[in-house]
């Protein structure tokens, strides 16, 4: 698995991290994307510190694993028990085993796999209500127990995007599909394809005229993404 990454912080200089994490652990065919719960920003706590510990946890959990297979939601489940930062987030976690691709998620961050130029496959949402995503934390009800486990069967050539809700709350399916066929053509290595897709969501999440956005509450705007490929 040849993997790249791109993210588009908030334009807060105070929180310049964002709310947003991710890893890329090549040495285990494993990628993890976690996306804080913006709604304790109101009570003061940096919502983003959440997410970057538990996306730290996850990784040490995955690095510390015996030779063999790796099991998502047990990771997700270890990562939540040794995160203690106030907060929650939504997490997934996308490992490759052999010929099957094995992902854990909790909230609206999610992944799509493109095959000869279609998607043949996008994981599906967890929401309580309209912008109310699942989500592990301080206060949640949630917990791993609560995610979505998927097991996908790939095949060579096979390009998977993996993204927080501001890359598919922005970014219709064939918009996706189409960036990637044309970064394919031109050769684009996954750095730069991750790039370019979050770059099209920033400007498709700036611009009040597109479908996409008409879809969310009046006044939403979501300028904060995290993807990789």
């Known amino acids: 698995m040849v993997t790249g990454s791109f993210y588009i912080p908030k334009r807060n200089p105070l929180r310049p991290l964002g709310d ?17 719960v913006g709604g304790w920003s109101n009570k003061g706590v940096d919502a983003g510190k959440y997410a970057r ?10 690095l510390s694993q015996p030779v063999g297979p790796i099991n998502p939601k047990r990771i ?31 909230g ?10 279609e998607t043949v496959y996008q994981s599906p949402v967890q929401q309580h209500y309209f912008n109310c995503p699942f989500q592990l934390g301080s206060d949640s009800t949630d917990n791993p127990s609560s995610a979505d486990e998927m097991v996908v069967v790939v095949e060579p050539g096979d390009v998977i ?9 922005n ?7 189409a960036l990637v066929n044309v970064g394919l053509e031109e050769g684009n290595k996954p ?15 700036l611009d009040t005229s597109c479908s996409r956005v008409l879809l969310r509450k009046p006044g939403m705007r979501i300028e904060e993404g995290n993807m990789m490929i």
């Open 53 to 62: 510990e538990l996306i730290n946890k996850s990784r040490l959990a995955i």
């Open 161 to 169: 995007v993996a993204g927080t809700d501001g890359l598919f709350d």
């Open 191 to 205: 750095d730069e394809l991750s790039t370019i897709i979050a770059n099209f969501a920033l400007f498709k999440s």
């Open 108 to 117: 609206d961050s999610g992944f799509v796999l493109i095959r000869g130029g």
């Open 76 to 106: 997700l489940t270890q990562a939540i028990l040794n995160t203690k930062a106030k907060g929650a987030s939504t997490a997934l976690i996308i490992t490759l085993d052999c010929d099957r691709l094995h992902a854990v998620n909790v």
């Open 20 to 36: 947003d994490a991710h890893f890329i652990c090549s040495k285990s065919q494993s990628i993890g994307i976690a996306d804080g």
């Open 171 to 177: 970014v219709f399916e064939s918009e996706i599909e």
